[in-house]
């Protein structure tokens, strides 16, 4: 059964610079539609980017190169954009397009860039890492939140406590 994994997944990963390993505990395949089906504590790793969750499905084309990943259950992340900006995550649902180095978060998201120290919490997120943007929606009877790590100027932290104390 392991070696039916790499075999399906491996003409794919050849193509990209970094190699695509996948485990789970349960792998259903059919070659002629482009589907790859993987389950239980399924965890995938590419270069820098790690993508977890409870199921997994991979589409890939006609010369078996994946076009779409979809994450659902406990699903966690960690990935890095072009211009090397770190994320990690959470959500319930995770869709991935590796052509356009998309990602689509759904339901209790939870987004932190760690270079930045910035945090995005929502009910759906995009990714797109090639431009370096990102959209945030709040669930519907809650909005999205933003947090950002502000620096304090210390100069003029001392200034103000120099002045209240005069």
Known sequence: MRKSVFLIILPAA???????????????????????IFEGDVNIIKGDDELNASKVTIYTNDKQEPTKFIAEGN???????????????VAHK?????????YYFYRDVHLKQINDKKEIIGDEVI????????????????????????????????????????
């Open 127 to 166: 990714l797109k890492t090639i431009e370096g943007k990102a959209y945030a929606k709040g669930a519907e009877k809650e909005p999205v939140i933003m947090i950002f790590n502000m620096p304090e100027d210390t100069n003029k932290t001392k200034n103000a406590k120099k002045e209240k104390n005069d």
């Open 75 to 89: 699903s966690s992340f960690k990935i890095k954009t072009v211009e090397g900006a770190m994320y990690r995550g």
């Open 14 to 36: 050849l193509l990209f610079a970094q190699e695509l390993q996948v485990k789970a505990k349960l792998f259903n395949a059919d070659q002629k539609a482009g589907i790859s």
């Open 94 to 102: 995770v869709i991935y397009l590796p052509q356009s180095k998309e």
